[in-house]
């Protein structure tokens, strides 16, 4: 069994199967100096494309593949479906729900970062960005003051007027709330990637508008499940 992770439900999924006492592999891209690891064997960077991820299945004669990247990680998702039909070895997705807009959210809904970046200036000018350091590029002639929250130090480039916070969630809501009043933000970025929403919470009752960038498509053609619990009776009923 592979899980391809970086998730807070991939380490889940990896803790609950070990538990069973099925051998698990998890493999990690490898984008944080400190990850997480789940339990189980772990493995640590990329297979090479699609045809490196589906001669590791052959190699490591895995039974079952688990998508349990997060819902922004596009491309690992599209070598996870190539390599599975190339090698007819199962494939199950992993991927929690989006979240939808609630009573007194404003929300503006993009397809990209790059859209993001060009609505802003409309709706505010200190910014909280929360989705991630890899496309903070984006945002680098955008004329506002920034406040970037990642796992890593973003590399340039990046917004001249940028202060960043080193974290990893989960958040709480009364963190989440502190973070909005001292930094006086006025507009939210973020992918929509679901999962806990304390900062989706604090800013609609401050009535604070939310870029949210939509997910990228995924090939419809795996089973998918949307929870653990789902993915852990179907790997082991
Ligand atoms: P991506 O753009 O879909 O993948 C780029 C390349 O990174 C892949 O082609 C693959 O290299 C390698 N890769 C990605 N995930 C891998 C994994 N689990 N195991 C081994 N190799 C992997 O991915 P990304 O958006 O950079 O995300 C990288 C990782 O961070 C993912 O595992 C994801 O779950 C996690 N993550 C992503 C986000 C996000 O917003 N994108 C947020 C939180 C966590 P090869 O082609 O060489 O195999």
Redo the contacts with the bound molecule.
């Keep these: 069994m592979l899980i391809?992770?970086?998730?807070s439900e991939?380490r889940a999924l990896a803790g609950s199967l070990s538990q069973s006492g099925i051998a698990v592999i998890?493999?990690?891209?490898?984008?944080?100096s400190t990850p997480l690891l789940p339990a189980g064997e772990v493995?640590?960077?990329?297979?090479?494309?699609?045809p490196?991820?589906a001669a590791y299945l052959e190699a490591e004669r895995i039974d079952v593949l688990v998508d349990?990247?997060?819902?922004?990680?596009?491309?690992?998702?599209?070598?996870a479906g190539a390599a599975a039909a190339v090698t007819g070895v199962p494939l199950i997705v992993l991927r929690r729900p989006g979240w939808s807009e609630q009573a007194g959210d404003v929300w503006h809904r993009v397809r990209e970062l790059g859209e993001a970046a060009a609505l802003l200036p409309r709706l505010g000018h200190r910014v909280f960005l929360t989705?991630?350091r890899?496309?903070i590029g984006e945002f680098a002639s955008v004329d506002a003051w920034f406040l970037a929250r990642s796992?890593e130090p973003p590399e340039p480039p990046m917004p001249a007027r940028l202060e960043v916070v080193l974290d990893r969630g989960p958040f709480t809501l009364e963190g989440e709330r502190r973070l909005l009043t001292r930094h006086r933000i006025d507009v939210l970025v973020t992918?929509d990637?679901g999962g806990p929403d304390a900062k989706l919470i604090a800013a609609r009752e401050r009535h604070i508008p939310v870029i949210m960038v939509n997910r990228p498509a995924t090939a419809p053609s795996a089973r998918t499940v949307s929870t653990v619990a789902e993915a852990a009776r179907l790997i082991a009923p």
């Excluded at 391809?4 to 998730?7: K, Y």
């Design positions: 391809l992770g970086g998730t991939a998890s493999s990690l891209a490898g984008r944080t493995r640590i960077g990329g297979f090479g494309g699609a490196g991820l349990a990247t997060h819902p922004f990680a596009a491309v690992i998702s599209d070598n989705t991630g890899q496309g796992v992918k990637s």
